[in-house]
């Protein structure tokens, strides 16, 4: 087994040393996304008082995001500029989210449809920063 010179186990550890760093940097931007993410979350809440935005139930402070999902309008797969965008979202139920007729999952042009009719603001709003 050949044996590293003094130059080269320097270099070895700079290297390990390097990639711990970015190892370290990546889980710190992953960590600060998941908080700006729950930051807009509790904001969308907030805003629309805790109450399902499809079928106006109460849900109050205490409700969990899978009984009361704040969802987005347009998707963040596909529009990642808008994801932490307050104006992207609506507090709307598990049920109302998934299953209902104007569920995004099940007919997303319903679901924009009914949007744009009961917010008609924000939806210019989010088409304007589309359009940018």
């Not at 040393?17 to 509790?42: A, S």
């Not at 994801?83 to 999952?105: A, R």
Request: hydrophobic share 30%.
């Amino acid at each position: 087994m050949k044996r590293l010179t003094p130059k080269q186990r320097e270099r070895k550890k700079l290297n390990l040393f390097k990639k711990r760093q970015k190892r370290l940097e990546k889980l710190f931007l992953k960590k600060k996304k998941e908080q700006e993410y729950q930051n807009w979350v509790r904001a969308v809440k907030e805003r629309d008082n805790y109450t399902c935005q499809i079928c106006g139930k109460y849900y109050g402070k205490e409700a969990d995001q899978k009984s009361l999902p704040a969802m987005h309008i347009f998707s963040k797969e596909n529009y990642p500029s808008l994801m932490l965008d307050i104006n992207n979202g609506l507090t709307g139920c598990y049920w109302d989210h998934k299953n209902s007729k104007l569920s995004p999952h099940l007919d997303c042009f319903a679901f924009i449809e009914f949007f744009k009719n009961k917010f008609p603001e924000r939806y210019e709003y989010l088409l304007k920063k589309l359009k940018d």
